[in-house]
């Protein structure tokens, strides 16, 4: 379990940041020129099969020859229609909106537990950046609610926003990103024994 928090700890962060904030972004800067670095992915803590740490480096090698802010912009900004939303309650509210119900029960899990963090110009916290970099944030501070914000807030929709946006056409770099943010997800949920509750996607 210690070695799972570890890679929660570091990767939380670094995949959480690169989400969250745009390309340009003093917190970015650092992550981008790890990923320029020709054997990244044997740094990389985790086990990923052959074919899948090809494809992700491919794919990532791809779009940092891209412009990266033209592509944060077309998926987590617009102006027009985003291909893969990033919040939760998009996925698990029937209206399909942010600020739905999965937010307001991970706003009660926030206050319960009197955690208090600053998002970015009233950003839900359902974003899937903040919630990565909560992870790690749990990890080192309250470890015993980890598993519980995993099983509740983050697994229930994560790996399926991940899909989605892993099939979004012409954004190499978040495609290459978020297939590697599944696997990581994957394997800190086999990692730790979490089982999910079954929910409905209504996107």
Known sequence: MQDTFQQISLYGRLLGATF????????????????????????????????????????????????????????????????????????????????????????????????????????????IGLMLMLAAYLVENRPHLVTEFLREHLLVWAPHFLEKLAKVENVPFYQGLAILTLHSLQQWQKDLHIELPKVRFYR
């Open 20 to 127: 969250y904030y745009e390309p340009i972004a003093p917190q970015v800067s650092g992550i981008l020129d790890f990923f320029q670095q020709p054997n990244w992915q044997q740094e990389w803590e985790m086990q990923l099969d052959v074919k899948t740490s090809e494809k992700i480096t491919a794919l990532i090698r791809q779009g940092l020859t891209q412009d990266l802010s033209e592509q944060y912009q077309h998926l987590f900004i617009g102006p027009n229609a985003l291909p893969a939303p990033p919040w939760g309650s998009v996925y698990l509210d029937p209206e399909s909106v942010i600020f739905g119900n999965s937010l307001l029960a991970l706003r009660d899990f926030l206050n319960h537990h009197q955690i208090v963090f600053q998002a970015q110009q009233d950003e839900p916290e359902d974003h």
